[in-house]
């Protein structure tokens, strides 16, 4: 899990709303765009390009 810290300053990048962990903390996701973003080796990938549309 992250350092709630960094958890408070992160923002999605397409839209800079709020994020929060997926069902099995694996990603994070951004419920005003639909994406969820990987995280990797306890690194967030907040890439656009690297991120899951969720919305189906």
Known sequence: MLDQALMD???CPKCKGEVHYNED???LV???????FPIRDDIP???VDEARDISA
Do not use: D
């Open 9 to 11: 300053i992160l923002a």
């Open 25 to 27: 903390k694996t990603g």
């Open 30 to 36: 951004c419920n005003s765009c639909q994406l969820e």
């Open 45 to 47: 990938v907040m890439l």
